[in-house]
């Protein structure tokens, strides 16, 4: 075989298989139940009816055997012979054609009465027909082997003692309970690998506090709960260990730079005093910048919110920076960690303010279900292929833009519309200049 059509019959298997645990452990058991019922069945057939029906035809060949013979010699006469089967045997001869049967095709009658006629025939050496009769008594009709066409048959009273209801129960019934059982049972397992899934996304949107429970479920299961815990923890104080040691960093560097914007304040050079008072500002912005991504606003909590009143908040704080436009829409409140949003706002003026130019439109406006934030500024835009470079941490445009700035201000952003299960995008609008999109659900 080829390598290609190896490879072509490994992705038929891999897409015959089924995606989830759930399904293959159903497969699986399903597979094993459905293999057992095949056995038993084969086995009560090979084991107890197969035998049963060759000694039913062994003994009715003989019964036959003798009314051939009988009949053969003459001696005793019809009516005796027809009484002493009847008595002896159990057996009903029919002379008269218009009682004998009229024998139809019954598919699931001939599983049995092909077997039984094909050991009939073995036992007298000589074919003959057999019928099997459901209504009104089970009744088993055998041609008999004579001169003058006759049948006969035995009833068969205790076929009716076989309850068709649990033979087809445990033939479709077991395998069924078994698969639904699987199925609750492999549920109840996979459940909790769910809530660690959702968990483990709820970690990695910056829910650090997201425990799991540990007293309840399997061992195993338990086990691994506390070790999501433990590693929940562990990233918890990585962060506050962090979050201190910048702001240690922080207060340590801004008394120097006090100090130093001090000094320039008295130098005699007006202009080198005005550069070194930008630069120590652009130091101070930029620590904060540092303490704002550290401090990412997780363990915020959620509140209703206006975000038009946050927009012209915001416009107002910045209106001696920057010329700003607002257009709000008819929007309604939001759950929103009202800090965090107010900073995201901050930095999407910010960055227009440092890398673009004014006037910064601020628009707000309701589609569908999500309520949608643009941010537009009046510069010389980006490059669309570096776009989704500049949410990254410490990632600044630098052909299009200058290179002030942390490179956190983006990032921040992207950061917290992801708190807020939202989407952004970065484009240039067709008329020039950066245009931001942030997008929110109203309902999550």
Known sequence: MSRDALGRKRGLIQWLKPRSSVMRTTLVIGIVVIVSQVLSIAFFWQNLYLPEIRQHAHTSALRLQLLREAEATGSPSAAEIDQAVRHFGNMVVVRDPAQFPGPRDKWFAEIFTDRFQKQLRHELGYPSQVYFQFKPVPKLWISAPTREPIWVYEEL????????????GWILGVPLLA?????????????????????????????????????????????????????????????????????GISHDLRTPLTRMRLATEFMGDRDMAAGMIADIEDMDAILDQF??????????????????????????????????????????????????????????????????????????????????????????????????????PFQ?????????????????????????????????????????????????
């Open 291 to 392: 303490i704002a991504f550290m401090r990412d606003g997780s363990e915020e909590q959620r509140e209703p919110v206006q975000l038009n009143s946050l927009v012209q908040e915001i416009a107002q704080q910045f209106e001696h920076v920057i010329e700003i436009r607002v257009e709000t829409g008819d929007i309604p409140e939001l759950m929103l960690r009202k800090l965090s949003f107010k900073r995201l706002l901050a930095n999407l003026v910010q960055n227009a303010s440092r890398y673009g130019a004014g006037p910064v439109e601020l628009r707000t406006e309701l589609t569908g279900r999500q309520v949608l934030l643009h941010c537009r500024d009046h510069g010389p835009g980006i490059d669309p292929a570096r776009a989704h470079e500049l949410l990254e």
């Open 396 to 444: 600044r445009g630098e052909q299009a833009r200058t290179t002030q700035g942390s490179g956190l201000g983006l990032a921040i952003v992207a950061r917290i519309v992801r708190q807020h299960h939202g989407g952004l995008t970065l484009d240039n609008h067709p008329e020039g200049g950066l245009h931001i999109q942030i997008r929110l659900p109203t309902t999550y």
């Open 157 to 168: 009273s205790f076929i009716q003692q076989y309850s068709p209801g649990i033979i087809v």
């Open 179 to 247: 698969i639904i059982a699987i199925i609750v049972l492999a549920r109840q397992l996979n459940r909790p690998l769910k809530r660690l899934q959702l968990a483990a996304i709820r970690v990695g949107r910056g829910l650090h506090s997201t425990q799991l429970d540990i007293y309840g479920g399997p061992t195993e299961i338990r086990a691994v709960n506390r070790a999501f815990n433990l590693m929940t923890q562990q990233i918890r104080q990585a962060e506050r260990e962090r979050t201190v040691m910048l702001a």
